[in-house]
């Protein structure tokens, strides 16, 4: 019986109608549970999703904890002592939570609730295959990922450092410097690296505006840089998953 259930709700939904149903109704249930997170009000419709939201994350979080065993390589009770201190088991508790605001209209004026519930859109990635995809995209390309995001924050600091202290044109509705203080220049630099760009702080100076054009091209290829790693590896993780289940 637990071997059925530990089928249903781990394993690949394309082998298992159940298991496909299973997720599609998990895959529901969470974004039905964020809708009230898009209104302040509160009302009778909120609490009856929440009620029945929270029932089907108490089932599923307590089904994977009594079907432990079998995804865990260990034997005996230890997988049950460990899962509850797993990432996933510790996201699945941390998305109940917000119910208890419910149960005591006390705690419903407590902002963290509304804001645990958005937690509630990482249990997406357990149920949603490309999501799946792309995670182990991110773990396999993992040190290249970062390589990138480290070139990309020292080029944001080093042309913050030069935007800093060349521009010194004075804002004349204000009277201050247009990059007053380094957090200035870093937000800047972070805004033109990501070709952003919202254009409330910027160079006037000639040599300013040089700085400004050069940051903007870097930014272009810097930021087309990881999008060629994730989907050259997005590619392969597919067809190597594509190849793995033709083999079995």
């Not at 203080?181 to 952003?196: E, P």
Request: aromatic share 14%.
């Amino acid at each position: 019986m637990r071997k059925k259930i530990f089928e249903i709700i781990e394993l690949d939904e394309n082998d298992n109608l159940i298991s496909k149903i299973y997720d599609r109704l998990m895959q529901v249930a969470i974004v039905i549970s964020i809708i009230p997170l898009m209104f302040h009000s509160h009302n009778n419709i909120f609490t009856t999703i929440e009620y029945v939201v929270t029932f089907l994350f108490i089932v599923d979080y307590l089904l994977r904890w009594a079907t432990a065993d079998f995804r865990s390589k260990r034997k005996g009770i230890k997988p049950f002592v460990v899962y509850p201190f797993t990432i996933i088991a510790i996201i699945d508790i941390v998305t109940i939570l917000p119910a208890i605001s419910y149960v005591n209209s006390s705690l419903r004026v407590l902002r963290i609730w509304r804001l645990l519930r958005i937690l509630r859109v990482a249990k997406v990635f357990k149920y949603y295959e490309p999501l799946q995809v792309v995670i182990e995209v991110f773990r396999k390309k993992a040190s290249v990922l970062l390589t990138v995001v480290g070139f990309a924050l020292f080029y944001i600091f080093i042309t913050a450092l030069f935007m800093f202290n060349i521009e010194q044109s004075v804002n004349p509705e204000t009277g201050e410097l247009f990059f007053d203080n380094f957090f200035d220049a870093l937000y800047w630099s972070t805004c033109t690296l990501t070709t952003v760009g919202y254009g409330d702080i910027y160079p006037i100076s000639d040599i300013g505006r040089v700085v400004s054009m050069i940051s903007a091209f870097v930014g272009i290829a810097i930021i087309a840089l990881p999008s060629g790693i994730i989907t050259a590896g997005y590619m392969e993780e597919v067809k190597e998953r594509k190849n793995g289940k033709a083999n079995t």
